[in-house]
Protein backbone atom coordinates (compact mmCIF):
# COMPACT_ATOMS: atom_id res chain seq x y z
CA UNK A 1 0.00 0.00 0.00
CA UNK A 2 1.05 3.46 -0.98
CA UNK A 3 1.53 6.36 1.77
CA UNK A 4 -0.27 9.55 0.07
CA UNK A 5 2.19 11.87 -0.32
CA UNK A 6 -0.56 14.80 0.91
CA UNK A 7 -0.09 13.40 4.23
CA UNK A 8 2.61 13.82 7.30
CA UNK A 9 3.25 11.01 9.36
CA UNK A 10 5.08 10.75 13.21
CA UNK A 11 7.60 7.74 13.95
CA UNK A 12 4.49 6.52 16.06
CA UNK A 13 2.84 5.80 12.82
CA UNK A 14 -0.01 8.08 12.56
CA UNK A 15 -1.01 10.11 9.58
CA UNK A 16 -2.06 13.28 9.84
CA UNK A 17 -4.11 15.13 6.85
CA UNK A 18 -4.39 18.85 7.14
CA UNK A 19 -7.15 20.88 5.52
CA UNK A 20 -6.66 24.73 6.43
CA UNK A 21 -6.45 24.47 10.48
CA UNK A 22 -8.03 21.04 10.92
CA UNK A 23 -6.50 18.27 11.07
CA UNK A 24 -7.39 14.72 10.39
CA UNK A 25 -5.88 11.92 12.33
CA UNK A 26 -5.80 7.84 11.65
CA UNK A 27 -2.82 5.34 11.79
CA UNK A 28 -0.99 3.74 8.79
CA UNK A 29 -1.02 0.92 7.10
CA UNK A 30 2.29 -0.28 8.41
CA UNK A 31 0.66 0.27 12.09
CA UNK A 32 -2.40 -1.81 11.28
CA UNK A 33 -0.81 -4.71 10.12
CA UNK A 34 1.81 -4.96 12.73
CA UNK A 35 -1.59 -4.67 15.20
CA UNK A 36 -3.55 -7.72 13.53
CA UNK A 37 -7.06 -7.37 13.59
CA UNK A 38 -8.61 -4.45 15.21
CA UNK A 39 -11.31 -4.84 17.71
CA UNK A 40 -11.47 -1.43 19.34
CA UNK A 41 -10.92 1.87 18.93
CA UNK A 42 -11.12 4.43 22.26
CA UNK A 43 -10.93 7.71 21.25
CA UNK A 44 -11.49 11.32 23.27
CA UNK A 45 -14.60 13.12 22.79
CA UNK A 46 -15.45 16.06 20.65
CA UNK A 47 -14.78 18.92 23.23
CA UNK A 48 -11.85 17.19 24.40
CA UNK A 49 -8.00 19.13 23.71
CA UNK A 50 -5.01 16.61 22.25
CA UNK A 51 -1.50 17.45 22.68
CA UNK A 52 1.48 16.62 20.45
CA UNK A 53 3.77 13.89 21.32
CA UNK A 54 0.90 12.70 23.85
CA UNK A 55 -1.44 10.44 24.23
CA UNK A 56 -4.78 10.43 23.00
CA UNK A 57 -6.54 7.32 22.78
CA UNK A 58 -5.55 3.87 22.22
CA UNK A 59 -6.17 0.61 19.47
CA UNK A 60 -6.73 -2.59 20.32
CA UNK A 61 -6.12 -5.79 18.31
CA UNK A 62 -7.60 -9.08 19.75
CA UNK A 63 -3.76 -9.30 20.95
CA UNK A 64 -3.07 -6.16 21.93
CA UNK A 65 -3.80 -2.71 22.89
CA UNK A 66 -1.54 0.24 21.32
CA UNK A 67 -1.78 3.76 22.62
CA UNK A 68 -2.50 6.95 19.89
CA UNK A 69 -0.06 9.74 19.98
CA UNK A 70 -1.25 12.76 18.79
CA UNK A 71 0.94 14.67 15.78
CA UNK A 72 -0.82 18.37 16.97
CA UNK A 73 -1.80 20.24 19.61
CA UNK A 74 -5.75 21.26 19.49
CA UNK A 75 -9.23 20.67 20.44
CA UNK A 76 -10.96 17.93 18.92
CA UNK A 77 -13.92 18.62 16.25
CA UNK A 78 -15.46 15.70 15.35
CA UNK A 79 -14.76 11.63 16.34
CA UNK A 80 -15.58 8.86 13.62
CA UNK A 81 -18.29 6.76 15.14
CA UNK A 82 -17.80 4.34 11.65
CA UNK A 83 -15.06 2.94 13.80
CA UNK A 84 -17.56 2.15 17.15
CA UNK A 85 -19.10 -0.30 14.93
CA UNK A 86 -17.04 -1.07 12.60
CA UNK A 87 -13.11 -0.83 13.88
CA UNK A 88 -11.64 -3.23 11.30
CA UNK A 89 -12.05 -0.47 8.46
CA UNK A 90 -8.93 0.51 10.00
CA UNK A 91 -7.26 -2.91 9.09
CA UNK A 92 -9.17 -2.50 5.59
CA UNK A 93 -8.31 1.31 4.70
CA UNK A 94 -6.08 2.88 7.30
CA UNK A 95 -5.81 5.62 5.13
CA UNK A 96 -8.99 6.86 4.96
CA UNK A 97 -10.41 5.34 8.29
CA UNK A 98 -9.76 8.59 10.47
CA UNK A 99 -10.05 8.76 14.07
CA UNK A 100 -10.25 12.08 15.04
CA UNK A 101 -10.45 15.73 13.06
CA UNK A 102 -8.65 18.53 15.12
CA UNK A 103 -8.70 22.18 15.22
CA UNK A 104 -5.31 22.81 15.36
CA UNK A 105 -3.68 25.63 18.07
CA UNK A 106 -0.27 25.41 16.56
CA UNK A 107 -0.67 24.35 12.87
CA UNK A 108 3.50 24.88 12.57
CA UNK A 109 3.89 21.42 14.11
CA UNK A 110 2.99 20.13 11.06
CA UNK A 111 6.29 21.21 9.83
CA UNK A 112 7.91 18.95 12.55
CA UNK A 113 6.27 15.54 10.86
CA UNK A 114 7.40 13.12 8.74
CA UNK A 115 6.87 13.53 4.44
CA UNK A 116 5.68 9.90 3.05
CA UNK A 117 8.71 9.64 1.81
CA UNK A 118 10.63 9.71 4.84
CA UNK A 119 8.44 7.54 6.58
CA UNK A 120 8.42 4.97 4.26
CA UNK A 121 12.62 5.11 5.06
CA UNK A 122 11.72 5.34 8.29
CA UNK A 123 9.64 2.35 8.34
CA UNK A 124 12.06 0.32 6.16
CA UNK A 125 14.70 0.95 8.49
CA UNK A 126 12.39 -0.34 11.35
CA UNK A 127 11.26 -3.81 9.23
CA UNK A 128 15.14 -4.70 8.91
CA UNK A 129 15.78 -3.65 12.37
CA UNK B 1 1.18 4.18 18.17
CA UNK B 2 2.78 2.09 20.50
CA UNK B 3 4.70 -1.14 18.82
CA UNK B 4 2.54 -3.69 20.50
CA UNK B 5 5.91 -6.18 20.80
CA UNK B 6 9.34 -6.05 20.02
CA UNK B 7 10.57 -9.28 18.89
CA UNK B 8 13.86 -10.32 20.02
CA UNK B 9 16.83 -11.08 18.00
CA UNK B 10 15.66 -14.14 16.12
CA UNK B 11 19.04 -15.96 16.08
CA UNK B 12 18.71 -16.12 20.19
CA UNK B 13 15.72 -18.02 19.87
CA UNK B 14 14.82 -21.69 19.32
CA UNK B 15 13.21 -22.54 16.03
CA UNK B 16 10.80 -25.92 14.88
CA UNK B 17 11.27 -27.54 11.77
CA UNK B 18 9.21 -25.51 9.94
CA UNK B 19 10.57 -21.96 10.91
CA UNK B 20 11.67 -21.27 7.31
CA UNK B 21 7.84 -22.32 6.18
CA UNK B 22 6.21 -19.88 8.23
CA UNK B 23 8.51 -17.25 7.19
CA UNK B 24 8.09 -17.60 3.46
CA UNK B 25 4.51 -17.89 4.05
CA UNK B 26 4.43 -14.82 5.77
CA UNK B 27 3.52 -15.61 9.10
CA UNK B 28 3.83 -12.67 12.15
CA UNK B 29 6.76 -14.29 14.37
CA UNK B 30 7.05 -14.10 17.98
CA UNK B 31 9.23 -14.58 20.98
CA UNK B 32 6.93 -17.35 23.11
CA UNK B 33 8.68 -19.21 25.72
CA UNK B 34 12.31 -18.95 24.14
CA UNK B 35 10.77 -19.92 20.95
CA UNK B 36 10.35 -17.76 17.44
CA UNK B 37 7.10 -19.15 16.77
CA UNK B 38 3.91 -17.83 14.77
CA UNK B 39 1.43 -15.54 16.16
CA UNK B 40 -0.84 -15.23 12.82
CA UNK B 41 -0.84 -15.74 9.35
CA UNK B 42 -3.49 -13.91 7.27
CA UNK B 43 -4.99 -13.24 10.15
CA UNK B 44 -6.17 -14.10 13.89
CA UNK B 45 -10.10 -13.68 13.43
CA UNK B 46 -10.10 -15.74 10.08
CA UNK B 47 -7.74 -18.48 11.51
CA UNK B 48 -9.79 -18.66 14.61
CA UNK B 49 -13.44 -19.10 12.77
CA UNK B 50 -11.40 -21.61 10.03
CA UNK B 51 -11.00 -23.75 13.14
CA UNK B 52 -14.64 -23.21 15.11
CA UNK B 53 -16.36 -23.94 11.44
CA UNK B 54 -13.81 -25.52 8.95
CA UNK B 55 -10.43 -27.43 9.88
CA UNK B 56 -6.61 -25.43 10.60
CA UNK B 57 -3.50 -26.50 11.25
CA UNK B 58 -1.05 -25.06 13.90
CA UNK B 59 2.40 -26.14 14.20
CA UNK B 60 3.26 -26.63 18.27
CA UNK B 61 6.55 -28.21 18.39
CA UNK B 62 7.66 -26.11 20.53
CA UNK B 63 5.96 -28.87 23.05
CA UNK B 64 8.60 -30.93 24.90
CA UNK B 65 7.62 -34.78 25.27
CA UNK B 66 9.94 -36.63 28.00
CA UNK B 67 9.67 -39.89 28.57
CA UNK B 68 9.51 -42.13 32.07
CA UNK B 69 10.36 -46.03 30.84
CA UNK B 70 11.16 -48.72 33.40
CA UNK B 71 9.57 -51.54 35.41
CA UNK B 72 8.75 -48.71 38.14
CA UNK B 73 7.72 -45.87 35.32
CA UNK B 74 4.13 -45.95 36.18
CA UNK B 75 5.02 -45.24 40.29
CA UNK B 76 6.97 -42.45 39.09
CA UNK B 77 4.34 -41.13 37.14
CA UNK B 78 2.01 -41.47 39.65
CA UNK B 79 4.34 -39.55 42.44
CA UNK B 80 4.88 -36.67 40.39
CA UNK B 81 1.64 -36.25 38.61
CA UNK B 82 -1.35 -35.32 40.35
CA UNK B 83 -3.99 -37.46 38.12
CA UNK B 84 -4.28 -41.30 38.63
CA UNK B 85 -1.84 -42.77 36.30
CA UNK B 86 -2.83 -46.86 37.20
CA UNK B 87 -6.34 -46.10 35.48
CA UNK B 88 -4.95 -45.43 32.18
CA UNK B 89 -5.54 -48.21 29.66
CA UNK B 90 -2.58 -48.46 26.87
CA UNK B 91 -2.97 -46.19 23.96
CA UNK B 92 -5.27 -43.68 26.56
CA UNK B 93 -3.80 -40.30 27.43
CA UNK B 94 -5.08 -38.01 29.99
CA UNK B 95 -4.86 -34.15 31.38
CA UNK B 96 -2.66 -34.26 34.53
CA UNK B 97 -0.10 -31.80 36.25
CA UNK B 98 2.90 -31.68 38.00
CA UNK B 99 2.84 -29.68 41.54
CA UNK B 100 5.60 -28.43 43.84
CA UNK B 101 5.53 -29.51 47.13
CA UNK B 102 3.81 -26.86 48.59
CA UNK B 103 0.43 -28.14 45.93
CA UNK B 104 0.91 -25.39 43.64
CA UNK B 105 1.48 -25.77 39.64
CA UNK B 106 5.04 -27.04 37.82
CA UNK B 107 3.60 -26.90 35.10
CA UNK B 108 -0.05 -28.81 33.26
CA UNK B 109 0.67 -31.63 31.35
CA UNK B 110 -1.01 -34.72 29.10
CA UNK B 111 0.23 -38.58 30.50
CA UNK B 112 0.13 -40.84 27.58
CA UNK B 113 0.77 -44.72 28.49
CA UNK B 114 2.27 -45.73 25.42
CA UNK B 115 2.38 -49.31 27.22
CA UNK B 116 3.07 -51.17 30.77
CA UNK B 117 6.81 -49.46 31.46
CA UNK B 118 6.27 -46.75 29.28
CA UNK B 119 4.98 -43.22 29.42
CA UNK B 120 4.69 -39.81 27.45
CA UNK B 121 4.60 -36.73 29.69
CA UNK B 122 3.54 -33.50 26.90
CA UNK B 123 4.75 -30.37 28.36
CA UNK B 124 5.24 -26.92 27.87
CA UNK B 125 7.30 -25.23 26.11
CA UNK B 126 8.35 -22.39 28.42
CA UNK B 127 8.47 -24.86 31.49
CA UNK B 128 10.37 -27.71 29.76
CA UNK B 129 13.81 -27.08 31.39
CA UNK B 130 12.28 -27.01 34.80
CA UNK B 131 10.11 -29.67 34.13
CA UNK B 132 12.70 -32.12 33.17
CA UNK B 133 14.80 -31.08 35.96
CA UNK B 134 12.38 -31.89 38.39
CA UNK B 135 11.11 -35.39 37.05
CA UNK B 136 14.15 -36.33 36.60
CA UNK B 137 15.15 -35.50 40.49
CA UNK B 138 12.07 -37.11 41.84
CA UNK B 139 12.37 -40.44 39.45
CA UNK B 140 15.87 -41.15 40.89
CA UNK B 141 14.23 -43.57 43.83
CA UNK B 142 12.39 -45.59 40.93
CA UNK B 143 13.58 -48.07 38.89
CA UNK B 144 12.94 -46.06 35.79
CA UNK B 145 14.66 -43.92 33.16
CA UNK B 146 13.61 -40.29 32.33
CA UNK B 147 14.67 -38.90 28.71
CA UNK B 148 13.79 -36.07 26.82
CA UNK B 149 12.65 -36.53 23.31
CA UNK B 150 11.41 -33.25 22.57
CA UNK B 151 13.76 -32.52 20.10
CA UNK B 152 13.12 -35.54 18.35
CA UNK B 153 9.46 -34.30 17.91
CA UNK B 154 7.69 -31.97 15.51
CA UNK B 155 4.13 -31.95 17.04
CA UNK B 156 1.24 -30.86 14.33
CA UNK B 157 -2.13 -30.08 15.53
CA UNK B 158 -5.00 -30.38 12.97
CA UNK B 159 -8.39 -29.11 14.71
CA UNK B 160 -11.73 -28.23 13.72
CA UNK B 161 -15.14 -30.35 12.82
CA UNK B 162 -12.98 -31.28 9.32
CA UNK B 163 -9.87 -32.27 11.23
CA UNK B 164 -10.94 -36.02 11.34
CA UNK B 165 -11.99 -35.76 7.27
CA UNK B 166 -8.92 -33.61 6.14
CA UNK B 167 -6.27 -36.32 8.08
CA UNK B 168 -7.80 -38.96 7.16
CA UNK B 169 -7.03 -38.70 3.50
CA UNK B 170 -3.39 -39.19 4.98
CA UNK B 171 -3.37 -42.54 6.69
CA UNK B 172 -5.43 -45.73 6.57
CA UNK B 173 -5.91 -45.79 10.45
CA UNK B 174 -9.63 -45.80 11.03
CA UNK B 175 -9.41 -42.12 12.55
CA UNK B 176 -12.64 -41.95 14.06
CA UNK B 177 -12.67 -45.26 16.22
CA UNK B 178 -9.98 -43.44 18.15
CA UNK B 179 -11.42 -41.84 20.83
CA UNK B 180 -11.18 -38.38 22.85
CA UNK B 181 -8.34 -38.33 24.98
CA UNK B 182 -7.35 -42.03 23.31
CA UNK B 183 -4.23 -42.54 20.25
CA UNK B 184 -2.57 -44.81 17.90
CA UNK B 185 0.18 -45.47 16.43
CA UNK B 186 0.29 -45.84 12.83
CA UNK B 187 1.41 -44.51 9.17
CA UNK B 188 0.59 -40.66 8.18
CA UNK B 189 2.12 -39.30 4.91
CA UNK B 190 3.89 -43.01 4.52
CA UNK B 191 5.62 -41.66 7.82
CA UNK B 192 5.28 -44.87 10.08
CA UNK B 193 5.21 -44.59 14.08
CA UNK B 194 3.54 -41.54 14.44
CA UNK B 195 1.35 -41.13 17.35
CA UNK B 196 -2.25 -40.09 16.42
CA UNK B 197 -3.59 -38.72 19.31
CA UNK B 198 -7.58 -37.40 19.21
CA UNK B 199 -6.72 -34.60 21.66
CA UNK B 200 -6.00 -30.61 21.47
CA UNK B 201 -6.60 -27.10 23.06
CA UNK B 202 -9.12 -25.38 21.25
CA UNK B 203 -12.67 -26.55 22.14
CA UNK B 204 -12.86 -28.45 18.59
CA UNK B 205 -12.83 -32.20 17.84
CA UNK B 206 -9.27 -32.72 16.55
CA UNK B 207 -5.68 -34.68 16.43
CA UNK B 208 -2.29 -33.98 17.52
CA UNK B 209 0.56 -36.23 15.39
CA UNK B 210 3.64 -36.55 16.80
CA UNK B 211 6.21 -37.08 13.35
CA UNK B 212 10.13 -37.28 13.35
CA UNK B 213 11.61 -33.90 13.45
CA UNK B 214 13.62 -33.56 10.78
CA UNK B 215 13.49 -30.44 8.43
CA UNK B 216 12.34 -32.51 5.30
CA UNK B 217 9.56 -34.64 7.12
CA UNK B 218 8.30 -32.04 8.88
CA UNK B 219 7.76 -29.65 6.26
CA UNK B 220 6.66 -32.39 3.81
CA UNK B 221 3.73 -33.22 6.50
CA UNK B 222 2.69 -29.90 6.55
CA UNK B 223 2.72 -28.86 3.10
CA UNK B 224 0.42 -32.85 2.75
CA UNK B 225 -2.43 -31.61 5.74
CA UNK B 226 -2.36 -28.12 3.81
CA UNK B 227 -3.06 -30.11 0.04
CA UNK B 228 -5.33 -32.46 1.69
CA UNK B 229 -7.84 -29.90 3.79
CA UNK B 230 -7.25 -27.42 0.57
CA UNK B 231 -11.83 -28.51 -0.01
CA UNK B 232 -12.06 -27.43 3.21
CA UNK B 233 -10.55 -24.46 3.20
CA UNK B 234 -8.38 -25.44 5.38
CA UNK B 235 -5.72 -22.55 7.02
CA UNK B 236 -2.07 -22.43 8.92
CA UNK B 237 -3.06 -20.75 12.09
CA UNK B 238 -0.79 -19.31 14.40
CA UNK B 239 -0.55 -19.00 18.22
CA UNK B 240 -2.59 -15.92 18.64
CA UNK B 241 -5.38 -17.68 17.42
CA UNK B 242 -4.25 -21.19 19.74
CA UNK B 243 -4.96 -18.94 22.76
CA UNK B 244 -7.97 -17.17 21.71
CA UNK B 245 -9.60 -20.97 21.08
CA UNK B 246 -8.49 -22.10 24.15
CA UNK B 247 -9.74 -19.10 26.00
CA UNK B 248 -13.38 -19.39 24.70
CA UNK B 249 -12.86 -23.27 25.44
CA UNK B 250 -11.98 -22.17 29.29
CA UNK B 251 -9.14 -23.93 29.32
CA UNK B 252 -6.31 -23.15 31.43
CA UNK B 253 -2.71 -21.59 30.35
CA UNK B 254 -0.05 -22.03 32.27
CA UNK B 255 1.52 -18.84 33.58
CA UNK B 256 -1.75 -17.34 33.36
CA UNK B 257 -4.44 -19.27 35.22
CA UNK B 258 -2.07 -22.15 36.71
CA UNK B 259 1.28 -20.88 38.00
CA UNK B 260 3.55 -22.10 40.66
CA UNK B 261 0.94 -19.20 43.03
CA UNK B 262 -2.22 -21.57 42.29
CA UNK B 263 -3.28 -24.73 43.42
CA UNK B 264 -5.93 -26.61 42.17
CA UNK B 265 -8.79 -25.68 44.60
CA UNK B 266 -8.45 -22.73 43.49
CA UNK B 267 -8.33 -23.64 39.53
CA UNK B 268 -11.54 -25.97 39.51
CA UNK B 269 -9.22 -28.47 38.21
CA UNK B 270 -10.12 -30.83 41.01
CA UNK B 271 -11.62 -33.24 39.39
CA UNK B 272 -7.92 -34.29 37.17
CA UNK B 273 -6.19 -34.08 41.28
CA UNK B 274 -6.77 -37.59 42.88
CA UNK B 275 -5.70 -37.07 46.65
CA UNK B 276 -6.55 -40.58 47.43
CA UNK B 277 -3.84 -42.57 45.06
CA UNK B 278 -0.50 -43.35 46.50
CA UNK B 279 2.08 -40.20 47.31
CA UNK B 280 2.42 -37.38 45.09
CA UNK B 281 3.99 -34.40 45.39
CA UNK B 282 2.06 -31.49 46.51
CA UNK B 283 -0.26 -33.91 47.70
CA UNK B 284 0.09 -33.58 51.57
CA UNK B 285 -0.17 -29.92 50.71
CA UNK B 286 -3.56 -30.17 49.35
CA UNK B 287 -4.78 -32.24 51.96
CA UNK B 288 -3.63 -29.80 54.60
CA UNK B 289 -5.57 -27.22 52.36
CA UNK B 290 -8.97 -29.31 52.26
CA UNK B 291 -9.11 -29.74 55.97
CA UNK B 292 -8.30 -25.87 56.13
CA UNK B 293 -11.45 -24.92 54.39
CA UNK B 294 -12.55 -24.03 50.86
CA UNK B 295 -9.59 -22.01 48.40
CA UNK B 296 -9.58 -18.10 49.40
CA UNK B 297 -9.35 -17.60 45.87
CA UNK B 298 -11.84 -18.84 42.65
CA UNK B 299 -11.26 -18.94 39.15
CA UNK B 300 -14.18 -17.44 37.42
CA UNK B 301 -15.34 -16.56 33.98
CA UNK B 302 -16.09 -13.20 32.78
CA UNK B 303 -18.06 -11.72 30.23
CA UNK B 304 -17.69 -7.61 29.62
CA UNK B 305 -21.42 -6.00 29.89
CA UNK B 306 -20.19 -2.54 28.80
CA UNK B 307 -17.61 -1.01 26.32
CA UNK B 308 -14.17 -2.82 26.62
CA UNK B 309 -11.55 -5.66 26.63
CA UNK B 310 -10.31 -6.78 30.39
CA UNK B 311 -6.98 -8.08 29.25
CA UNK B 312 -4.38 -10.19 31.41
CA UNK B 313 -3.10 -8.38 34.64
CA UNK B 314 -6.06 -5.81 35.01
CA UNK B 315 -7.75 -5.68 38.32
CA UNK B 316 -11.13 -6.93 39.10
CA UNK B 317 -13.11 -4.62 41.61
CA UNK B 318 -16.55 -4.90 43.04
CA UNK B 319 -19.31 -2.47 41.53
CA UNK B 320 -18.11 -0.42 44.49
CA UNK B 321 -14.65 0.26 43.64
CA UNK B 322 -12.43 -2.28 45.76
CA UNK B 323 -9.57 -4.73 44.08
CA UNK B 324 -10.68 -8.00 44.58
CA UNK B 325 -8.51 -9.78 41.73
CA UNK B 326 -6.97 -9.79 39.26
CA UNK B 327 -7.76 -11.36 35.04
CA UNK B 328 -5.20 -13.71 34.29
CA UNK B 329 -6.36 -14.22 30.75
CA UNK B 330 -8.47 -11.61 28.99
CA UNK B 331 -9.57 -10.88 24.69
CA UNK B 332 -12.31 -10.65 22.69
CA UNK B 333 -13.80 -13.99 21.51
CA UNK B 334 -14.01 -14.01 17.94
CA UNK B 335 -16.65 -16.54 17.53
CA UNK B 336 -18.69 -15.66 20.65
CA UNK B 337 -18.31 -12.37 19.61
CA UNK B 338 -17.66 -10.81 23.19
CA UNK B 339 -14.98 -9.76 25.36
CA UNK B 340 -14.24 -12.63 27.89
CA UNK B 341 -12.21 -12.70 30.68
CA UNK B 342 -10.64 -15.31 33.26
CA UNK B 343 -9.75 -14.23 36.48
CA UNK B 344 -9.71 -15.18 40.35
CA UNK B 345 -11.76 -13.55 42.81
CA UNK B 346 -12.89 -14.43 46.55
CA UNK B 347 -15.43 -17.14 46.57
CA UNK B 348 -17.62 -14.52 48.15
CA UNK B 349 -17.71 -12.95 44.73
CA UNK B 350 -17.92 -15.84 42.50
CA UNK B 351 -21.44 -17.03 42.29
CA UNK B 352 -22.73 -16.66 38.76
CA UNK B 353 -24.34 -13.35 37.42
CA UNK B 354 -22.38 -11.67 40.41
CA UNK B 355 -21.36 -8.19 38.19
CA UNK B 356 -17.88 -6.75 39.18
CA UNK B 357 -16.00 -4.30 37.37
CA UNK B 358 -12.56 -4.77 35.56
CA UNK B 359 -10.29 -1.66 35.41
CA UNK B 360 -9.15 -0.84 32.17
CA UNK B 361 -7.01 1.90 32.30
CA UNK B 362 -7.94 3.57 35.36
CA UNK B 363 -11.67 3.28 34.01
CA UNK B 364 -14.19 0.58 35.92
CA UNK B 365 -15.74 -1.25 33.14
CA UNK B 366 -18.81 -3.59 33.97
CA UNK B 367 -18.55 -7.18 33.58
CA UNK B 368 -20.25 -10.05 34.68
CA UNK B 369 -19.57 -13.38 35.75
CA UNK B 370 -21.06 -16.55 33.15
CA UNK B 371 -21.01 -19.74 33.45
CA UNK B 372 -18.19 -21.87 32.19
CA UNK B 373 -16.61 -22.93 29.16
CA UNK B 374 -17.60 -19.81 27.41
CA UNK B 375 -17.86 -21.87 24.36
CA UNK B 376 -19.10 -25.90 24.27
CA UNK B 377 -18.77 -27.37 20.20
CA UNK B 378 -22.37 -28.66 19.23
CA UNK B 379 -22.50 -32.61 20.24
CA UNK B 380 -22.17 -34.87 16.92
CA UNK B 381 -25.36 -35.65 15.34
CA UNK B 382 -25.79 -39.10 15.48
Given at each position: ???????????????L??????????????????????????????????????????????????????????T?T?????????P?????????????????????????????????????????? | ????????????????????????????????????????????????????T??G???????????????E??????????????????????Y???????????????????????????????T??????????????????????????????????Q???????????????????????????????V??????Y????????????????????W????????????V???L????????????????????????V?????????????????????????????????????M???????????Y??????????????????????????????V?????????????????????????????????????
Amino acid sequence: MTYPNSYRYTREHEWLQVEETIGTVGITDYAQNSLGDIVFVDAPKVGDTVEAGKVFGSVESVKAVSDLYSPISGTVTAVNQDLVTAPEKINTEPHQAWIIKVQMSTPSQVDTLLSSADYEKFISEETNA
Amino acid sequence: MSSPSVPATASSLQKTALNLTHRQCGAKMVDFGGWDMPVEYAGLIAEHMAVRTRVGLFDVSHMGEIQLRGPEALDAVQFVSMNDASKLAEGQAHYSALLTPQGTFVDDILVYKLSPNDYLLVVNAGTRPKDYASIKQHAQRFHCHVSDYSDHYSQLAIQGPQALATLQKLTRVNLDAIRNYWFVWGQVCGVHNVLISRTGYTGEDGFEIYIPSDEATTTRVWQEILDAGREFDIVPCGLGARNTLRLEASMPLYGHEITEETNVFETGLDRFCKLDKPEFLGQEALKKLQEAGGPRRKLVGMEMIERGIGRDGYPICTLAGEQIGVVTSGSPAPFLKKNIALGYVPPAHSALDTELAIKIRGQDVRARIVAQPFYRRPKKRA
